[in-house]
């Protein structure tokens, strides 16, 4: 190595050691705020009375997750909420270099902050979910302030040379980011097939075109965004195999039910019966979750308990949101930034959960996401 490359290392290396210093200084301060603040949102009762029977014989074993899951699990699937409003954004022809990228890392921190203060001052939460949250946590904002250094840079420059006109590039790009928006929802967001998506991008958009600088500019990033994520990708499936599978499924407890659910639903699977008209089932997880949630609840189906535990976190997307019902506890609500939207996070008794979801529906709402621990 010559002087010159030794001497660029040593700057390197020292940017490098100050962005950790401050990093960590960052991370001092901001859990001595959030761990302290003391948000306005006592605890819900459990309604332990309601549900002792349903937990005496509802046995869920190696299915029970810990409360503070649904808690936590939020700052997680606003990544995955991230994405989606990415697609979304994408979907409609917008510029990258349009999208809120700064905005979204600040309602990530700022979202676990609120959990943070929230499941501090009731007692909950362990090392374990803080070290994933950060982990997560820094990787997407990275990300993001990649994207959004590069698009408002570069990629704007290359806009405004293209009289900002897209390129197949872009409507390529737009596919992938919805194609990965959806299968979050539904698997670990590190089992997309990004090594695919790169090899689209070179079989699928032709070499020459419109807008040619454009292309080759888009060709070039899109080739470094979908290698990078690729590799990261495998590196984060080889640490979760360490730790094992990671189930699938949530066991729940439900009554006002009937034979009849198992037919018409097929992915709810029966575990055992508890009484007439109460059963034991496993519904998966993830998106599926709330989705088959709601239909249950559209027929009254109650839930009981669900992964064992009385009280779950629901959010909504509304415009205009008015008063809750008593069933609902106020948690947060946070502008969704791409569009003229809120997402409303509370929480509820489970024995409730059939009549939030009904509740949420009937003003014409989206019940976003079911936090199933």
Known sequence: MGPFLRFLFRKFLRALLYFVGAYILFLIVFFAICSFSKPDASPISDDSDLT????????????????????????EWFIVWSYEERANFLDKSRPPSDFPYFGSIYQYWHGYCFI?????????????DHVMLVAIGTSFSLEYTARGIYENTIGRLTE???????????????????????FATVRPAYEFHFARALKGLWTQTPFLGPHQFRKLERKTILTLDYGLQSLY???LQLTSHLHGAESTETYAAIDNASESVFREFPHIRKIKDIAPGEYLVSIPRYQEFTELAVALAKKNVHFAQIAGNSVIVVTSIAQGWRDYTPEER??????????DVQRVAMECRVTDLHLVLNDIASRGYLVEHIYDY
Do not use: M, W
């Open 160 to 182: 405004f040379l293209s009289g900002h006109q897209l390129t197949e590039e872009d409507a390529y790009a737009a596919g992938v980011a919805r194609d990965y928006a959806n």
């Open 330 to 339: 106020a948690l947060f609500t946070e502008k969704v930034l791409a569009r």
């Open 52 to 75: 002792s029977h349903h937990a005496t014989i509802a046995d869920f074993g190696a299915n029970h997750r810990p409360l503070d899951h649904t808690y936590y699990t939020f700052p």
């Open 233 to 235: 990708s495998e590196i």
């Open 116 to 128: 943070c203060s929230l499941t501090h001052q009731r007692k909950q939460g362990n090392f374990g």
